[in-house]
T-cell receptor
Framework: GAGVSQSPRYKVAKRGQDVALRCDPI?????LFWYQQALGQGPEFLTYFQNEAQLDKSGLPSDRFFAERPEGSVSTLKIQRTQQEDSAVYLC??????????????FGSGTRLTVV | RKEVEQDPGPFNVPEGATVAFNCTYSNSASQSFFWYRQDCRKEPKLLMS?????NEDGRFTAQLNRASQYISLLIRDSKLSDSATYLC???????????????WGLGTSLAVNP
C-alpha cells in the first residue's frame, strides 16, 4: 500500500483482556518497528524486525508483550492480560533500508489503546 | 542528563516569523539525525534528515554541529500550518544491537498565530 496501515485505530480493553494490534507496512520495506507513545512523550522503542526476523525485542516492557512478523510483511503486536499502564498509542513504522539508516521511518497512524 | 534534550516550549510566534529549535544529544557516537513533525493525535512524520553539511528544504533549514553535539531546525516565514510538535531523533550506530538506540526527544511545541 501507499503508507503504513494500522488497525484498529482505537481499542478499549478491560483490564486483563488480551489485545492484538496489526501493522501492514509499506510493501517492500525491510525494517519494521513498534513504538509505544504515552501522552506528551516521544515514541519509545519496543521491538524491531528485519524481514521476518525479530532482531531486537529489548524494548518490550514485560513478557506480556509479544510481536511477530511471520512472513516478513504484516506484523502483530500482542499484549496479554492488559494493565492500565499499557494505555498508550502504539505506533508501527517501516523503513526501506536495514535499520532505517539514512531513510528515516514512515509511521502508521497508530492504535490508541485504552485499558479500563 | 537525557540522551536527547529539547526545549519543550511552547513557542508562540506570529505568522511570518522565523523560529529556531535546538536539540542536544549526549552520545558522541551518534551517527544519524532527523527532525520529525507530529500533529496533535497524529503519528510522527519525517520532516528532514540532518546532514553534516547542513540541508535546506524550502523554508526549513537543518544543521548539525558535531563538536557541540547539537542539531537545529530553522523555520522561516512561518505559516499557521507549521503549528505542531517537532521531535528531534538521534540514531547511534548501524549495528543490529544498536538499533534500539533510536532516541527521541520529547518534542518542541510550536504554535503559529495569525
Amino acid at each position: 500500500g501507499a503508507g503504513v496501515s494500522q488497525s484498529p485505530r482505537y481499542k478499549v480493553a478491560k483490564r486483563g483482556q488480551d489485545v492484538a494490534l496489526r501493522c501492514d507496512p509499506i510493501s517492500g520495506h525491510v525494517s519494521l518497528f513498534w513504538y509505544q507513545q504515552a501522552l506528551g512523550q516521544g515514541p519509545e522503542f519496543l521491538t524491531y524486525f528485519q524481514n521476518e526476523a525479530q532482531l531486537d525485542k529489548s524494548g518490550l516492557p514485560s513478557d506480556r508483550f509479544f510481536a511477530e512478523r511471520p512472513e516478513g510483511s504484516v506484523s502483530t503486536l500482542k499484549i496479554q492480560r492488559t494493565q492500565q499502564e499499557d494505555s498508550a498509542v502504539y505506533l508501527c513504522a517501516s523503513s526501506l533500508s536495514r535499520l532505517g539508516q539514512g531513510h528515516g521511518y514512515t509511521f502508521g497512524s497508530g492504535t490508541r489503546l485504552t485499558v479500563v | 542528563r537525557k540522551e536527547v534534550e529539547q526545549d519543550p516550549g511552547p513557542f508562540n510566534v506570529p505568522e511570518g516569523a522565523t523560529v529556531a529549535f535546538n536539540c542536544t544529544y549526549s552520545n558522541s557516537a551518534s551517527q544519524s539525525f532527523f527532525w520529525y513533525r507530529q500533529d496533535c493525535r497524529k503519528e510522527p512524520k519525517l520532516l528532514m534528515s540532518v546532514y553534516s553539511s547542513g540541508n535546506e528544504d524550502g523554508r526549513f533549514t537543518a544543521q548539525l554541529n558535531r563538536a557541540s553535539q547539537y542539531i537545529s531546525l530553522l523555520i522561516r516565514d512561518s505559516k499557521l500550518s507549521d503549528s505542531a510538535t517537532y521531535l528531534c531523533v538521534v540514531n547511534i550506530g548501524f549495528n543490529a544491537g544498536n538499533n534500539r538506540k533510536l532516541i527521541w526527544g520529547l518534542g518542541t511545541s510550536l504554535a503559529v498565530n495569525p
